[in-house]
């Protein structure tokens, strides 16, 4: 294990490859270079954060059960600090939301994250391998051999022992033959939105804002069909006096490319009225305009790998103590109709927190391969509580250190099914990680 090898001007081979670069699989890349691996981290921009930057969402939910026990730690943790270093963060805020409950977060800009995660990956010894576009996966029986990518400079193969597809759509192991999990007959999948920063406010006439009066406006706006969805929920911006809002809401399957552009151009529309409504009708927001719209829309849900074991939601509501658990969360199920301006949330007590086992994140019939990210092993319920970014950075930090230690184990052939869990759940602890 080491740096990434340059055979020509076509190949190139490392220990690690991450495919995407969103906050799950930059943490994954970093956790396995810190290990003493050869990591190639590939993304489609030119800047690494997935939803956390290019899809705006400017907050990190969920690190605390509502009695404010630590669920969430780590290179997570890292990230956070980083942000404040800079400046890019506004401090930790526990608040009680529209239905009561409490949760807590951290709000940021996603500008200033791009910075940060170009710093870790650059201090690992990452090698970046940005505005490249997966083309196909070689495979040999049950391995994944190499993966090729469209580049500037025309297609490069990158070889690697472990693969961790971090795309979100799990578009690397869709083209491996992976299997995956199907919907029930009564689900769909959780909507998309388009992010979009809006500002000045008042913030002092904004917050002072009654949960009652929040809802009645949104409510109101939703009914006169100014807002696609019934909510007023925003991130404050650290450096200014503007919020980014997630208001919108684009029923699609985002691995249908029509469907992907379409929904952008829609998603843009609906900030823009979106924007109107706020300016003409919620105190504090008379004198703002829309200032930006994400780079691209946001994705809650598309592909779920089918693994060693499915994770439900019977098994984070008990909660199940997993034996393999690699990581743990305490955000609540949080389903997004794909229409209307309702929402359906089942959540979890006061001190509540379940955990995520390792074998969720591997692939049936994949020896080399780990899935980390929205992705992984758990139903359509399950994931509408695990799919945040908060415990998404959690299970990627896991999923780099294991494709270390499995290279460690098979002497470079990277069978992830090798790794001792327990060897790895001492290995996340001695990192800051937390597993229960």
Not at 368 to 393: D, E, F, K, P, Y
Request: charged share 20%; with cysteine; aromatic share 6%.
């Amino acid at each position: 294990m080491g740096t990434a090898r340059r055979i020509d001007g076509k190949v190139l081979d490392a220990d690690v490859v991450v495919c995407g670069g969103g906050v799950a699989g930059t943490m994954a890349a970093v956790a396995a270079a810190r290990r003493g691996a050869s990591v190639v981290l590939i993304e489609r921009y030119g800047f690494l954060g997935g939803n956390a930057t290019a899809g705006a969402v400017a907050q990190f939910n969920s690190w605390q059960t509502g009695k404010g026990r630590t669920v969430v730690a780590g290179l997570a943790d890292e990230v956070v600090a980083r942000l404040r270093a800079y400046g890019g963060a506004r401090p930790h805020e526990s608040f009680v939301m529209s239905t009561g409950h409490h949760m807590d977060r951290v709000e940021y800009s996603p500008e200033v994250l791009k910075l940060v995660l170009d710093d870790m990956v650059i201090e690992a010894g990452v090698q970046p391998l940005l505005h490249a576009n997966l083309l196909d996966v070689d495979c040999e029986g049950g391995r994944i051999t190499a993966v090729r990518v469209l580049t500037k400079g025309g297609v490069l193969t990158v070889r690697e022992g472990v693969l961790i597809d971090a795309s979100g759509d799990i578009d690397a192991l869709d083209r491996a033959g992976a299997r995956f999990l199907e919907l029930d007959a009564d689900e769909q999948l959780q909507p998309a939105t388009m992010i979009f920063r809006f500002g000045p406010i008042d913030y002092t006439r904004f917050d002072a804002l009654s949960k009652a009066e929040t809802a009645a406006l949104a409510k109101r706006g939703h009914a006169e069909g100014h807002l696609a969805r019934a909510a007023l929920h925003s991130s404050r911006d650290p450096y200014s006096d503007d919020g980014w809002f997630n208001i919108s809401r684009l029923g699609i399957d985002a691995t249908d490319p029509m469907a992907l552009g379409a929904a952008e151009m829609e998603g843009r529309r609906q900030a823009w009225k979106a924007a109107q409504f706020l300016a003409s009708s919620v105190p504090g927001c008379e004198g703002g305009q829309l200032r930006a719209f994400a780079t691209q829309v946001g994705i809650r849900e598309t592909r779920r790998v089918e693994g060693d074991h499915v994770l439900t939601a019977e098994e984070l509501m008990r909660p199940v103590d997993f034996p393999d658990a690699i990581a743990a969360g305490a955000y609540p199920i949080d389903i997004h109709p794909a229409s209307g301006g309702a929402l359906h949330y089942v959540p979890m007590g006061d001190d509540h927190a379940y955990q995520i086992p390792y074998r969720s994140l591997l692939p049936l019939g994949l020896d080399n391969a780990l899935v980390v990210g929205r992705g992984i092993s758990a139903t359509h319920q399950a994931l509408a509580a695990i799919r945040v970014m908060t415990i998404s950075m959690a299970v990627g930090q896991a999923a780099g250190t294991a494709a270390a230690l499995a290279l460690q184990k098979t002497d470079g052939r990277g069978n992830v099914r090798a790794v001792d869990t327990d060897a790895l759940r001492t290995a996340l602890l001695q990192d800051g990680a937390v597993l229960r």
